[in-house]
């Protein structure tokens, strides 16, 4: 059973400083996703990560990918109020079709 | 695009009433999901459908819950009879059939079964 795990599970933060988010799933797979979701609010892709070492980033949001250790980061530089929200990994692998499992979600606050 | 359209986007029954859920996808993409969040159990994938057939219902909590996709255009989820601990939000989504697809999700139902 593939299953993914979030922390922290809640992060509060200055605005200007940096912090990660890691994401670790119990099984081999081929593609991670990280969204967003903002309180009362739907959720929105930020990234698609396929292979290994794969690195994206936007704005001040870099995600990674290490398919050997089964982890994923999503570091944030330079934190500011926009960016609170809460932000989950999410795992899939093409033999269980579609289907993804998502991590609990970090909710992530950042002070001014 | 209007993106994946989910009505109604609240819902407040009695226990005991049947509820219909209503997605309508994003044209073009060929899966359909349907997830529900809670804050105790996070985000629970119920079922997924390809090409309007049902994939994977593993994830449905039980038999009051029936999930259908009469064409590529429309899904329900119905829930009779509701009970109180069904009150979440409900959030369908859709996505090509590619690896490097992510799921588009709608804006949710929240529904409250009192």
């Known amino acids: 059973e593939l299953k993914v795990e979030q922390n922290p599970l809640f992060l509060s933060m200055q605005e200007g400083k940096n912090y990660t988010i890691y994401c670790n799933y119990s099984?081999?797979?081929?593609?991670l996703y990280w969204y967003r979701q903002d309180p009362g609010k739907s959720l929105e892709s930020l990234f698609v990560?396929?292979?290994?070492?794969a690195v994206k980033q936007e704005g001040r949001l870099m995600a990674s990918l290490d398919t050997k250790a089964r982890l994923s980061t999503l570091h944030i530089t330079a934190a500011v109020h926009d960016l609170s929200a809460t932000y989950f990994c999410?795992?899939?692998?093409?033999?269980?079709?579609?289907?993804?499992?998502f991590g609990a979600g970090t909710i992530l606050r950042v002070k001014s | 695009d209007a993106g994946v359209i989910q009505s109604p986007r609240h819902e407040v029954t009695e226990m005991g009433q049947e509820v219909t859920l209503r997605c309508k996808p994003i044209?073009?993409?060929?899966?359909l999901f349907w997830y529900r969040q809670t804050m105790m159990r996070g985000l629970e994938l119920l079922i997924y459908f390809n090409n309007n057939v049902p994939i994977d219902d593993s994830g449905m909590p039980e038999d009051r819950f029936s999930a259908k996709m009469p064409n590529a255009s429309f899904s329900t989820l119905k829930i009779q009879p509701s009970e109180p601990r069904d009150s979440a939000v409900y959030f369908c989504?859709?996505?090509?059939?590619?690896?490097?697809?992510?799921?588009?999700f709608g804006n949710g139902t929240r529904l409250t079964v009192t």
């Open positions: 099984t081999t797979s081929d593609r």
């Open positions: 989504a859709s996505s090509l059939r590619a690896i490097n697809s992510p799921l588009h």
């Open positions: 990560l396929l292979s290994n070492g």
């Open positions: 044209s073009g993409h060929n899966s």
């Open positions: 999410a795992v899939g692998l093409m033999e269980y079709g579609n289907k993804l499992v």
